[in-house]
């Protein structure tokens, strides 16, 4: 099959491409980078580079295609993500509108079934909508991912600091956490044998208190007493517009993390679970959050 990659060479694209190569299929990876081009012509892919921004460039890019697997990746520093995301989002939807393709995967998020109350996922919902609305899609997956493990490197700087993780979700929350390999896996699988019609599917690899995660991460870097407290919106709040976060931004992230402490994130995924998950484990994970922590 001719495939198109969106992403480029990154978390999620890079492990899918050599998979998908393996397979023998034909791979188009898009970027944006010139710089990408050896990297991705090294896996056997083509490159395709150029702007997520050209409707006519990914047009022509997605045209002859059998199935584009769509993304996009969250971007800080522009004034809305949300906003960002819905507008890159529609011109791919446009652009897969305009190619004629008939086959579609896109790498959303779990919450993205909610208009509100999921701070910056509500992006993936208005993609999500118009990607189950547009017309002549023979096949189209929602590949839901639940929290990525590398959003857990953010904390470093924290334990560092503080010695301690503290957020507006903690200690017995529940947190369901993917691996991009399992990501890349799930979508594969997806490409070779997505059936006609509409479907949404979740993507995880483990399910952990924050009391089991800081206990992880803390034996991998020798302090294995971390601990992971919650603390208010507001303290949550004041703490990201402290480091220089916009009041707007803060906000979503804080509502965001929210809908983890209230469960509200993993409602739908409770409903419909997939009936297996990824191989990637937490305890996978931590010993590459090891190496990160003693770089920094």
Avoid at 159 to 180: E, F, Q, T
Wanted: glycine share 8%; charged share 20%.
């Amino acid at each position: 099959m001719k495939i198109i990659v969106t992403g480029s060479l990154g978390n999620i694209g890079k492990p899918l491409t050599q998979l998908l190569m393996q397979k023998g299929h034909s791979v188009t990876v898009i970027s944006s980078n010139p710089e990408r081009k050896k990297d991705i012509e090294a896996l056997g892919a083509t490159a395709a580079i150029g702007s997520v921004d050209d409707v006519d460039f990914l047009t022509a890019t997605f045209t002859g295609a059998d199935v584009v697997h769509a993304m996009v990746p969250p971007k800080y520093n522009v004034p809305d993500m949300i906003a960002h995301a819905r507008r890159i989002g529609s011109i791919q939807v446009q652009a897969i509108k305009n190619s004629g393709v008939k086959r579609v995967i896109y790498v959303s998020s779990y919450g993205a079934e909610l208009e509100k109350g999921a701070g910056l996922i509500v992006g993936h919902h208005y993609i999500e909508n118009d990607l189950f609305n547009l017309p002549g899609l023979e096949a189209v997956t929602l590949l839901r991912a639940t929290y990525i493990y590398y959003n857990l490197y953010r904390l470093v700087d924290m334990i560092k600091n503080a010695g301690v993780i503290a957020a507006n979700y903690g200690d017995d929350d529940r947190v369901v956490m993917v691996s991009p390999e399992d990501i890349a896996v799930a979508a594969a699988d997806e490409i070779e044998n997505q059936t006609q019609g509409k479907h949404v599917k979740y993507v995880a690899s483990d399910e952990r208190t924050c009391n089991e995660i800081a206990r992880a991460l803390g034996e991998a870097i020798g302090k294995p007493d971390l601990k992971w407290i919650t603390i208010s919106d507001q303290e949550m709040q004041k703490g990201y517009e402290a480091h220089g976060l916009p009041t707007d931004l803060a906000a979503s992230f804080v509502e965001m993390f929210g809908a983890i402490h209230n469960g509200l994130l993993h409602k739908d995924y409770d409903q419909h679970k997939p009936k297996t998950i990824g191989t990637v484990k937490l305890e996978d994970f931590a010993k590459q959050f090891a190496v990160a922590y003693n770089q920094k």
